[in-house]
């Protein structure tokens, strides 16, 4: 029997409206992810580019993770924001501790986790600024994660699959040789236009964000679905030749109460 472990689940606030769906990162995944900027109150659109999503997010701003559920069972979704777990705050890796998402449920993740009642802000800030440096771990700054397990169930017999020998391992070596040129040209390509990351992610002001403990058993070691976004400043995405369409953020409606909490003061 495996060992179960402590997750988070996220709790669903009473009364709470959801905003619109993100289009999806990866079509063929069990959650989605975007990016919200929670000043502008937009989903951030992702772009691609040299094998890789990209987003582009302003420099203050906080944001949030916004994962959305869209298996019809419950996953662990294991969070990495600049390399760190989100909840932990260790080197990430998918065998730690995530997000347990109910089918369908979608969650805003909106900093790192402090406690069962309180996160510190997601805040894009410089990379020297970013948490991940302030640890001493600025290697994987600019890149969010996400590593997804589905719930163990009951086992049940499968008919045995068909097994098919290729008729010329020829055609499959000449498309593993190709698939090994297209990664190393992307590869080249990505160095060629690298720029020098723009934003990290900052350890913010704290705010309430309720949880609680659940159990979770992984159906498997490894991960069923693995996916990041990389962002960095507007400039620098266009540098890397992307165009973007600012048109594209969703429309930010009015809203009576836009602040839930007392901001603190202006420092003299």
Do not use: C
Request: charged share 25%; aromatic share 6%; glycine share 8%.
């Amino acid at each position: 029997m495996k060992r179960l472990l402590p997750l988070l689940l996220i709790l669903p606030l009473a009364g709470f409206r959801p905003a619109p769906l993100p289009p999806p990162v990866a079509p063929d995944g069990p959650v989605r992810m975007s990016l919200v900027d929670r000043d502008r109150g937009t989903e951030l659109r992702s772009y691609p580019a040299d094998g890789q999503r990209w987003v582009a997010g302003e420099r203050g701003h906080r944001y949030a993770v916004r994962l959305y559920n869209d298996s019809p069972r419950r996953v662990l979704v294991v969070l990495s924001v600049d390399g760190i777990n989100a909840i932990s705050g260790e080197d990430a890796t998918p065998s730690q501790t995530g997000y347990v998402l109910n089918p369908g449920q979608s969650a805003d993740i909106t900093g790192w986790r402090k406690s069962q009642d309180e996160v510190a802000q997601f805040v894009f800030s410089s990379p020297g600024g970013s948490y991940a440096s302030s640890t001493g771990r600025p290697d994987n700054v600019g890149v969010i994660g996400i590593a997804v397990f589905n719930e163990r169930t009951v086992w049940r017999p499968e008919p045995r699959p068909i097994l098919r020998r290729p008729a010329s391992p020829a055609p499959m070596a000449e498309a593993s040789a190709a698939s090994a040129d297209a990664r190393a040209s992307r590869a080249e390509g990505y160095a060629a236009k690298s720029q020098a990351p723009a934003l990290g992610t900052g350890h913010g002001d704290r705010e309430t964000s309720q949880v609680r403990d659940t159990a979770f058993e992984r159906a498997s070691r490894d991960p069923a679905y693995v996916t990041e976004l990389r962002y960095d400043s507007a400039r620098n995405l266009r540098a890397r030749g992307i165009v973007l369409d600012t048109r594209s953020r969703l429309p930010r409606e009015p809203q009576a109460f836009p602040n839930r909490y007392v901001p603190d003061p202006p420092a003299r």
